[in-house]
């Protein structure tokens, strides 16, 4: 093929998020917001028609790297905000890795394409989980370590000291809305500011470990669609990140602006800025509480395809 196309979906965190990259289970749903992409073979490499220094971007580098570095010609057209904790980088990496192994002959397996991604956003983030890239190559939605869920096993996937076990889900029809604060925040450093105060102070490991076992009991409450329950969990979890330094005062605006109308409502992704999400049957009346409090508000679907790659010859 001389030109490949392929693109992958966005995702939310309902549970789990930073506690995941310790081992503790994590809960993620794909939504029908996608990273566009296509490749073709080139002289030097390019982003949308201009040459670029492709070390100056080091998802892609990484990913150039594990496919012979050969050069190519990207055009990108992403739906996901940017540093909105939806999963937009994990996005790209999905996308760019199926495009890559398809030009050049190699398996487009979810897999595959989900573990080549895990290790460009490691090596890109200096640490992490294989949540997001799991979760956007398989799409629907997953489960981190949820070790019961063996029926369910997609695949494991390992990096230094730390394993996770990732397994798909189905999950019932229900209706977000995700507040994003217009603020970018990079993941990175705030995986390294919760590594550090959970290596130097017990309270915050216990705050993980309360984390995960609210993810469990989150898993039992989508798995018998109990809105209510769910949406509880969902609003301590967010207490809890809370707790350990990743929300902000524009987070917790638009948190306590939809909870009148929600099941609950939590941050999404790293924090620091980004998106909350809230669990409701009222998104429109969500949607213009968190307007009223600066925010941009959008109602997003789950059930999402995960990566789709083609090609065509001219």
């Known amino acids: 093929m001389s030109e490949i196309f ?3 979906p966005g995702k939310f965190v309902i549970l789990g998020e930073h ?4 081992g503790k289970p994590a809960i993620a749903l794909a939504i029908n917001r996608r990273f566009y992409l296509s490749v073709r073979r080139d002289d030097e490499f390019r982003i949308n028609g ?3 220094n492709i070390r100056a971007n080091p998802h892609l580098m990484h990913i150039a790297g594990m496919n012979d570095m050969i050069p190519v010609s990207i055009h990108m057209d992403s739906r996901i905000p940017t540093g909105s904790g939806l999963g937009s980088s994990a996005a790209l990496s999905v996308a760019f890795s199926a495009a890559m192994r398809a030009l050049n002959g190699k398996s487009v397996s979810e897999e595959e ?3 080549e991604a895990f290790e460009a956003e490691y090596f890109s983030q200096g640490g992490g989980s294989p949540m997001d890239t799991s979760a956007s190559a398989h799409g629907r939605g997953i489960a981190v370590n949820m070790q019961e869920r063996d029926t369910d096993k997609l695949w494991d996937i390992s990096k230094n000291s730390h394993s996770w076990n990732i397994s798909g ?5 229900m209706k977000f809305v995700v507040g994003y604060t217009g603020i970018r925040a990079a993941t990175g450093p ?3 500011k919760v590594r550090k105060y959970k290596d130097s102070n017990r309270f915050a490991a216990d705050i993980i470990d309360e984390i995960g076992q609210i993810t469990k009991e989150g898993m039992t409450a989508l798995g018998s669609n109990d809105v209510t329950k769910l949406g509880e969990l969902m609003t301590e979890d967010h207490k809890l990140l809370s707790i350990l330094g990743v929300s902000s005062n524009e987070l917790n605006k638009l948190v306590s602006a939809s909870l009148p109308y929600s099941y609950g409502a939590k941050l999404t992704g790293a924090g620091g800025g980004g998106s909350m999400v809230a669990l409701t049957d009222q998104p429109d009346k969500v949607c213009d509480a968190i307007r009223s409090r600066g925010g941009m508000p959008f109602a997003v679907k789950t059930g999402a395809d995960g990566v789709r790659v083609s090609g065509k010859n001219e």
């Open 50 to 52: 201009e040459i670029v």
């Open 190 to 192: 705030l995986v390294e």
């Open 169 to 173: 889900i189905d999950a019932p029809p």
């Open 113 to 115: 394409i989900a573990k």
């Open 19 to 22: 506690a995941v990259v310790y």
């Open 6 to 8: 392929a693109s992958a």
